[in-house]
């Protein structure tokens, strides 16, 4: 610990002036195989943590593969990535697993987050109703990313908020989880739309 000099002429121990960026938690939610592990993967400026595992016959009649021949492995934990907005503040990103049965950890990701992107495939909608009631009863700030996906008809996103039936103040942009550009839009705009969310101080 530093103590200030008693004699003023002499002068106070040298501070440290860089102060360390302000950490922001960001979930990326969403239903099987809409492209979480793949946005993390775009976006992040490290290696990103995944626990992806090879999907085996078990999943049969339980993970609805329509739409998702290519689909070999699947997330069974989370995914982690990192991207540096700026000196004071770097966004930190928790893929959450898709499937219903890993949904009881989406509890514990959930803590502390500071808000949540849900993306949705237009090819299978349906499957957006759980996350985004998930941070709607949680309070929890989410902004809508419709991942365009090549072979979807592509939708205009006031369809999908109507389809999805989201509130006019919640963000929807369209995206695409391959382009590390598009993600970081996205991810920014998340940020604006939670610090909005921020109580005015009295």
Request: proline share 7%.
């Given at each position: 610990?530093?103590?200030?000099?008693?004699?003023?002429?002499?002068?106070?121990?040298?501070?440290?002036?860089?102060?360390?960026?302000?950490?922001?938690?960001?979930?990326?939610?969403?239903?099987?195989?809409?492209?979480?592990?793949?946005?993390?993967?775009?976006?992040?400026?490290?290696?990103?943590?995944?626990?992806?595992?090879?999907?085996?016959?078990?999943?049969?009649?339980?993970?609805?593969?329509?739409?998702?021949?290519?689909?070999?492995?699947?997330?069974?934990?989370?995914?982690?990535?990192?991207?540096?907005?700026?000196?004071?503040?770097?966004?930190?990103?928790?893929?959450?697993?898709?499937?219903?049965?890993?949904?009881?950890?989406?509890?514990?990701?959930?803590?502390?987050?500071?808000?949540?992107?849900?993306?949705?495939?237009?090819?299978?909608?349906?499957?957006?109703?759980?996350?985004?009631?998930?941070?709607?009863?949680?309070?929890?700030?989410?902004?809508?990313?419709?991942?365009?996906?090549?072979?979807?008809?592509?939708?205009?996103?006031?369809?999908?908020?109507?389809?999805?039936?989201?509130?006019?103040?919640?963000?929807?942009?369209?995206?695409?989880?391959?382009?590390?550009?598009?993600?970081?839009?996205?991810?920014?705009?998340?940020?604006?739309h939670a610090i909005d969310r921020l109580p005015v101080p009295a």
């Amino acid at each position: 610990m530093g103590f200030a000099g008693s004699d003023p002429d002499v002068p106070a121990p040298a501070q440290d002036d860089a102060a360390a960026p302000m950490p922001v938690k960001l979930i990326v939610a969403g239903g099987f195989g809409v492209g979480k592990t793949t946005l993390v993967g775009a976006v992040s400026e490290i290696p990103p943590l995944t626990t992806e595992e090879e999907m085996t016959v078990a999943s049969e009649g339980v993970d609805d593969l329509s739409g998702l021949a290519d689909k070999g492995t699947t997330t069974v934990a989370l995914d982690f990535g990192r991207i540096t907005v700026s000196d004071e503040v770097v966004l930190y990103l928790f893929g959450a697993p898709g499937q219903s049965r890993f949904w009881p950890l989406w509890n514990d990701l959930a803590l502390g987050a500071v808000g949540a992107v849900v993306l949705v495939d237009t090819r299978k909608l349906e499957d957006g109703f759980a996350s985004v009631d998930f941070f709607e009863r949680r309070g929890i700030p989410f902004l809508v990313g419709i991942n365009v996906f090549d072979d979807a008809y592509h939708y205009e996103v006031e369809e999908v908020r109507e389809a999805l039936t989201i509130p006019e103040d919640v963000p929807m942009v369209l995206c695409d989880a391959r382009d590390r550009e598009s993600c970081k839009q996205a991810l920014l705009a998340l940020v604006r739309h939670a610090i909005d969310r921020l109580p005015v101080p009295a």
